[in-house]
């Protein structure tokens, strides 16, 4: 198996648009690739190799779907079919850019446990789809939909896993992973956002091959968020007794009552979350005998207004610390006493038969028995990345020494995913997965997160102080060098 080698220019491609907008002209920049690709050349053998097609099939780009494309061919059969014989060769491409993404992870994590088995899985897929027919007939149509869902359903635990691999890097570097961290979840932050897509091609596909009513795929079209909001509440409450004995009511408030068209696997997902969070912090503060405290009640506020949906979520558990609320957005950060990665651990790290529940689990796979409370360290930054897939977001206000405020903003998906809202037009819905393409400044402001800039600033802080440098030793770089 040999590597890509075009992978190897992700870190330069990621940096353009910043670059760009700090003064650095196109043909510096253009430069700056070429240099890129050299180095990585030179470099990209200590990577870890993949498989030659799917190396081939990751030079291929990728094609965005519209939300309202997706709509149309969950309820029409003859475009399902067509939508078809695309996702056969999308979904190769897609997946395939996956593998050399985590193949290109920084400090090798690609070839620590949980994130090499990822490799394997997607790997595996690929080749899965090579092998099968283009669905153009009726009979091919379902065994493609088989396929798929075998696909979906095999391995689980990618999140779990790829979060596994972290962990082991953050117990090599001990203190020093701190400085790694930006980078680390940046490059996480693109492969999940990424996945996200991936991911939602795949389910709405197989729902759509027998539609439920009022539903097109995986988009329900007059989607109750207080129906869902209940749901999740029940689920929660019901994790927080199994594990921490007892549990505070939530209350649902429908100030406006009405419905929306949305993913609601993933609404329910997102809560479930945030219930989970303010549900343990709410038991912590308050209970004392163990059982049948007098806890205070968490508050679930559903608003519909013009653009959006809001949820607010209220609880009494005591708040976050000013100084401590960035750190709710890193991958693996977590205020858990028992922590899951022990049992991880003490089980070798085995990913194929993993039984630890759904607590980090992908909103679209299947509820499983025995959930993790929590302890993970990616429910919250995964839900943020939920809603702003649709252009939404998840918010965090604290009241320290009291407790905590989370809104979560859904964008409505117009009437059937027909007059988006702008913050839809823009978000990564709306987008195709390839890690280089050129987005414009509404698009980058959306999709890059506080953390992720502060690494591309120190980056571009590097460059310009390696500029300064050059400009000191030789006068007749001054003018070039001068941002």
């Not at 200590?46 to 081939?56: E, F, I, N, Q, Y």
């Not at 205020?335 to 992908?362: H, I, M, Q």
């Given at each position: 198996p040999t590597a890509c080698p075009d992978m190897a220019s992700h870190a330069v491609g990621d940096l353009a648009g910043l670059f760009m907008r700090h003064g650095f002209s196109p043909s510096q920049l253009q430069a700056s690739r070429h240099a890129g690709r050299r180095i990585g050349r030179a470099s990209f053998s200590s990577l870890v190799s993949v498989d030659k097609c799917v190396a081939r099939w990751a030079q291929e780009p990728t094609t965005a779907v519209?939300?309202?494309?997706?709509?149309?061919?969950?309820?029409?059969?003859?475009?399902?079919?067509?939508?078809?014989?695309?996702?056969?060769?999308?979904?190769?491409?897609?997946?395939?850019?996956?593998?050399?993404?985590?193949?290109?992870?920084?400090?090798?994590?690609?070839?620590?446990?949980?994130?090499?088995?990822?490799?394997?899985?997607?790997?595996?897929?690929?080749?899965?789809?090579?092998?099968?027919?283009?669905?153009?007939?009726?009979?091919?149509?379902?065994?493609?939909?088989?396929?798929?869902?075998?696909?979906?359903?095999?391995?689980?635990?990618?999140?779990?896993?790829?979060?596994?691999?972290?962990?082991?890097?953050?117990?090599?570097?001990?203190?020093?992973?701190?400085?790694?961290?930006?980078?680390?979840?940046?490059?996480?932050?693109?492969?999940?956002?990424?996945?996200?897509?991936?991911?939602?091609?795949?389910?709405?596909?197989?729902?759509?091959?027998?539609?439920?009513?009022?539903?097109?795929?995986?988009?329900?079209?007059?989607?109750?968020?207080?129906?869902?909001?209940?749901?999740?509440?029940?689920?929660?409450?019901?994790?927080?007794?199994?594990?921490?004995?007892?549990?505070?009511?939530?209350?649902?408030?429908?100030?406006?009552?009405?419905?929306?068209?949305?993913?609601?696997?993933?609404?329910?997902?997102?809560?479930?979350?945030?219930?989970?969070?303010?549900?343990?912090?709410?038991?912590?503060?308050?209970?004392?005998?163990?059982?049948?405290?007098?806890?205070?009640?968490?508050?679930?506020?559903?608003?519909?207004?013009?653009?959006?949906?809001?949820?607010?979520?209220?609880?009494?558990?005591?708040?976050?610390?000013?100084?401590?609320?960035?750190?709710?957005w890193k991958f693996m950060h977590s205020t858990y006493r028992k922590s899951p990665w022990e049992l991880k651990k003490r089980s070798g790290g085995n990913f194929s038969s993993s039984k630890l529940g759904d607590s980090a689990g992908n909103p679209l796979q299947r509820p499983q028995t025995g959930g993790v409370l929590a302890g993970y360290g990616v429910g919250l930054t995964l839900s943020r990345l939920y809603a702003q897939y649709f252009g939404g977001d998840l918010k965090i206000l604290s009241l320290d020494g009291f407790g905590t405020d989370v809104y979560l903003h859904l964008n409505r998906l117009g009437t059937s995913c027909e007059n988006l809202p702008q913050g839809v037009l823009y978000s990564p819905s709306m987008r195709d997965s390839s890690a280089l393409e050129t987005i414009d400044m509404r698009q980058e402001r959306l999709l890059v997160s506080a953390e992720e800039e502060a690494f591309l600033r120190q980056e571009l802080t590097a460059l310009r102080r390696r500029a300064s440098e050059q400009a000191s030793v030789d006068p007749r770089t001054l003018v070039q060098s001068t941002v």
């Amino acid at each position: 198996p040999t590597a890509c080698p075009d992978m190897a220019s992700h870190a330069v491609g990621d940096l353009a648009g910043l670059f760009m907008r700090h003064g650095f002209s196109p043909s510096q920049l253009q430069a700056s690739r070429h240099a890129g690709r050299r180095i990585g050349r030179a470099s990209f053998s200590s990577l870890v190799s993949v498989d030659k097609c799917v190396a081939r099939w990751a030079q291929e780009p990728t094609t965005a779907v519209t939300l309202k494309d997706l709509c149309e061919i969950g309820l029409n059969r003859k475009l399902r079919r067509e939508h078809g014989v695309f996702l056969h060769k999308e979904l190769r491409i897609r997946m395939s850019q996956r593998v050399l993404e985590l193949a290109s992870l920084p400090y090798r994590l690609g070839e620590r446990s949980g994130i090499k088995d990822v490799i394997s899985w997607y790997s595996g897929f690929v080749l899965d789809l090579e092998s099968s027919p283009v669905p153009e007939t009726a009979m091919q149509d379902e065994d493609f939909t088989n396929l798929l869902t075998r696909i979906f359903e095999e391995h689980a635990e990618v999140i779990q896993a790829m979060a596994y691999g972290v962990q082991e890097l953050m117990a090599e570097l001990g203190e020093d992973y701190t400085k790694a961290q930006p980078k680390v979840d940046a490059s996480l932050r693109r492969f999940f956002t990424a996945r996200i897509g991936m991911r939602f091609l795949l389910q709405h596909h197989i729902e759509s091959f027998r539609n439920r009513e009022g539903h097109s795929g995986i988009l329900q079209l007059k989607s109750d968020p207080a129906q869902i909001a209940r749901k999740a509440a029940k689920d929660s409450c019901m994790l927080c007794r199994a594990h921490l004995g007892q549990a505070p009511q939530i209350v649902v408030h429908h100030t406006n009552p009405g419905t929306f068209t949305y993913v609601p696997m993933h609404l329910h997902y997102m809560l479930t979350e945030v219930f989970k969070n303010a549900l343990r912090a709410t038991t912590e503060q308050h209970a004392h005998a163990g059982f049948d405290d007098p806890l205070p009640p968490v508050h679930c506020h559903i608003v519909h207004g013009y653009e959006d949906v809001t949820i607010r979520i209220s609880d009494e558990g005591g708040g976050i610390e000013r100084t401590r609320l960035p750190d709710v957005w890193k991958f693996m950060h977590s205020t858990y006493r028992k922590s899951p990665w022990e049992l991880k651990k003490r089980s070798g790290g085995n990913f194929s038969s993993s039984k630890l529940g759904d607590s980090a689990g992908n909103p679209l796979q299947r509820p499983q028995t025995g959930g993790v409370l929590a302890g993970y360290g990616v429910g919250l930054t995964l839900s943020r990345l939920y809603a702003q897939y649709f252009g939404g977001d998840l918010k965090i206000l604290s009241l320290d020494g009291f407790g905590t405020d989370v809104y979560l903003h859904l964008n409505r998906l117009g009437t059937s995913c027909e007059n988006l809202p702008q913050g839809v037009l823009y978000s990564p819905s709306m987008r195709d997965s390839s890690a280089l393409e050129t987005i414009d400044m509404r698009q980058e402001r959306l999709l890059v997160s506080a953390e992720e800039e502060a690494f591309l600033r120190q980056e571009l802080t590097a460059l310009r102080r390696r500029a300064s440098e050059q400009a000191s030793v030789d006068p007749r770089t001054l003018v070039q060098s001068t941002v």
